[in-house]
């Protein structure tokens, strides 16, 4: 049975950094694209970044472009969201996604992605 186990979460100041890292278990991880989602309260959950099976490909939300980067290590079965210059609207719950089926493109769709880690707290001080 997959487990996604985020972490790295926390209270940040605006401008800041963070880095999120969601470790996978019981699936072939370098076989599925990964993404991450966020949920801020009384708001949907949002798409926020993507990486293809292979980390050649990465998907990114408007508001977050040119400050997050995601990225991926297989051999780890590990995939990361670096969070530069943060700014309290980036407040929420991340949850780390993995793709349903292998060998896809990266998708940005939640009905597209069928595991999901219990999340982790992003706080961001004005």
């Known amino acids: 049975q997959l487990r996604l186990i985020e972490s790295g979460g926390g209270l940040v100041q605006a401008g800041g950094s963070l880095r999120l890292s969601c470790v996978a278990s019981?699936?072939?991880?370098?076989?599925?694209?990964m993404g991450w989602f966020r949920q801020a309260p009384g708001k949907e959950r949002d798409f926020v970044a993507g990486?293809?099976?292979?980390?050649?490909?990465?998907l990114y939300a408007d508001s977050v472009k040119g400050r997050f980067t995601i990225s991926r290590d297989n051999a780890k079965n590990t995939v990361y969201l670096q969070m530069n210059n943060l700014k309290p609207e980036d407040t929420a719950v991340y949850y780390c996604?993995?793709?349903?089926?292998?060998?896809?493109?990266?998708?940005?769709?939640?009905?597209?992605?069928?595991?999901w880690g219990q999340g982790t707290q992003v706080t961001v001080s004005s």
């Open positions: 990486i293809n099976f292979s980390g050649r490909s990465t």
């Open positions: 996604a993995q793709h349903r089926l292998p060998f896809t493109r990266i998708q940005a769709q939640q009905t597209d992605f069928g595991s």
């Open positions: 019981g699936r072939t991880f370098s076989s599925y694209s």
